[in-house]
């Protein structure tokens, strides 16, 4: 038995940042001496070269009777004009599991700080997170279409969803700081008016949060010019799509970052980097496997309540960084697999100190 997770490796980077993530996550189970099922599916370009869909029906069953999903990467060159591209499995995934709130930390590693193009000083005191809707908005609005006349997408969101996904913020923002920054272009859009005005309708039932309201482009500045004031960012889909991307550059690199999707209480959480498949780099064994890794490590805390263990490989990231373990994106020469074997080193050592204290 022991928690079944799915994981969907994908395309690109994705196999060789989950082989990483994989043999790290066996290896704190076993010291713990709890046990996980990997079950592997083909996922992304990978399930179309063999399946013709990204998202093929047996992908769809495992799915559907994880505890949890883990995910790398999809999409690349080779799929661009496919029927069904990648990145529809990939939307059709997020659809059929529910998970409305896309959850996408920011925390800067004081190892790899000066790798920022930001002074060091704006970066003090920066932690904070972007609370995306991950089911509505262009992504997934129709009609959607393109013709040789026209290319059409659908900007829709209902409020039930506004107010599902500003609850959540709400209720993450009460258990930090207390501050909740809104963003949309309600000065412009439709969409964006009913999200303000839901998100003045549900404040008063958390008085302990304090909320402010800021137009996208404006925050696309105010991110990089004083990062360190947000706490809790919420906003629709593309909106924290864009931003998400943004703000990984504080820390030094995309390469950094992990999330989890969550849908209602009781169903399983998607875990994946917030990057892409990154085809500039696949296959030469120099991809970041951080925030795979860091996506491990939320799943091991909140789907499985496994606090020592996630915390165990967030510790091993930051001591090989500080170590000086960089991968090329950090302007260092550390391979993807070489850094997977200096967390697992540092996880069997953590391991045996933990046996020896208990002694
Ligand atoms: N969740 C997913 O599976 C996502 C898939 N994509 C897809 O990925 C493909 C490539 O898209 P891009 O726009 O190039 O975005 P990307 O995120 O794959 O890469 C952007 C840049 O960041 C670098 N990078 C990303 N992750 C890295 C890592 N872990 N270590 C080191 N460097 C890293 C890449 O080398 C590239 O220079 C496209 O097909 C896109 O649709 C894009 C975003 C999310
Ligand atoms: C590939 C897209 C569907 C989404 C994306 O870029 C993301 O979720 O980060
Ligand atoms: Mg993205």
């Not at 958390?206 to 906003?235: G, W």
């Amino acid at each position: 038995m022991g928690y079944n997770v799915t994981v969907l490796a994908g395309d690109g980077i994705g196999p060789e940042i989950m082989a990483v993530t994989q043999t790290v996550l066996t290896q704190v189970l076993a010291q713990s001496e709890q046990q996980i099922q990997f079950n592997a599916q083909l996922f992304g370009g990978a399930a179309i070269d063999v399946t013709g869909s990204p998202f093929p029906p047996a992908t769809q069953a495992a799915v559907a009777t994880a505890d949890a999903v883990l995910l790398g990467s999809v999409g690349g060159p080779k799929w661009d004009e496919a029927t069904e591209r990648p990145e529809q499995g990939l939307l059709a995934l997020r659809k059929q599991m529910g998970v409305f709130a896309n959850v996408r930390p920011v925390k800067i590693f004081s190892a790899v700080k000066h790798l920022s193009p930001l002074r060091e000083e704006r970066l003090e005191a920066v932690d904070f997170v972007v609370v995306r809707e991950l089911l509505g908005g262009l992504y997934f609005g129709e009609p959607k279409y393109f013709n040789e006349k026209e290319g059409v997408d659908t900007l829709r969101y209902d409020k039930a969803s506004i107010e599902r996904i500003v609850h959540y913020a709400f209720k993450l923002a009460a258990t930090r700081k207390g501050e909740l920054t809104s963003i949309d272009k309600a000065n412009v859009l439709a969409s964006s008016k009913l999200w303000r005005q839901t998100v003045e309708e549900i404040a008063p039932l958390y008085r302990e949060v304090r909320v402010t309201h800021l137009y996208v482009d404006a925050a696309a500045m105010h991110l990089i010019q004083r990062p360190a004031q947000f706490d809790v960012i919420v906003t629709e889909n593309m909106f924290g799509d864009i931003l998400s991307d943004e703000a990984s550059v504080l820390g030094g690199s995309l390469g950094l970052l992990p999330s989890s999707s969550h849908a209602q209480a009781g169903r399983a959480a998607l875990y994946e980097p917030i990057h892409g498949s990154a085809p500039d780099i696949a296959g030469q064994d120099c991809a970041n496997p951080i925030g795979m890794l860091l996506s491990a490590a939320m799943m091991l805390r909140q789907s499985f309540q496994l606090e020592a263990e996630a915390t165990q490989i967030e510790t091993a990231v930051e001591t090989a960084l500080a170590a000086g373990f960089l991968t090329k994106d950090l302007g260092g020469q550390t391979s993807t697999r070489a850094f997977g074997a200096k967390i697992s080193e540092l996880i069997e050592r953590s391991g045996a100190n933990v046996t020896t204290n208990i002694v």
